[in-house]
């Protein structure tokens, strides 16, 4: 079991870059699978991107592919979510969640530990 928190969110203009963090105090975080998914107001959770937990498979969704890049460094139980060229339709509750199996999957069902979520708004 694993509890996730994640950090870095924020208001940016558009063009603009983030870098999201989602942290965990257990050890055994760097065995997890982890994702990123996104809610904006009315609308449902969408997958973003995942990472497997060696960092050997990534998966992004079409929309922040090329923008978005996934990374981890499991000596800090740390995933990163680096955020270029934001647009104003990226402003969402950002959400990290695990997944016990090393498979990066854009499945939320498939993940069973979330965290709290972190706000992204991008101005135009």
């Known amino acids: 079991q694993v509890q996730p928190a994640e950090s870095g969110g924020g208001l940016v203009q558009a063009g603009g870059s983030l870098r999201l963090s989602c942290a965990a105090p257990e050890r055994t975080f760097s065995s997890y699978t982890v994702g990123w998914f996104r809610q904006a107001p009315g609308n449902e959770r969408d997958f973003v991107a995942a990472?497997?937990?060696?960092?050997?498979?990534?998966y992004y969704a079409e929309s922040v592919k090329g923008r978005f890049t996934i990374s981890r460094d499991n000596a800090k139980n740390t995933v990163y979510l680096q955020m270029n060229s934001l647009k104003p339709e990226d402003t969402a509750v950002y959400y990290c969640a695990a997944d016990f199996a090393d498979r990066a999957t854009m499945f939320d069902y498939e993940y069973n530990y979330w965290g709290q979520g972190t706000q992204v708004t991008v101005s135009s």
């Open positions: 990472i497997s937990f060696s960092g050997a498979t990534t």
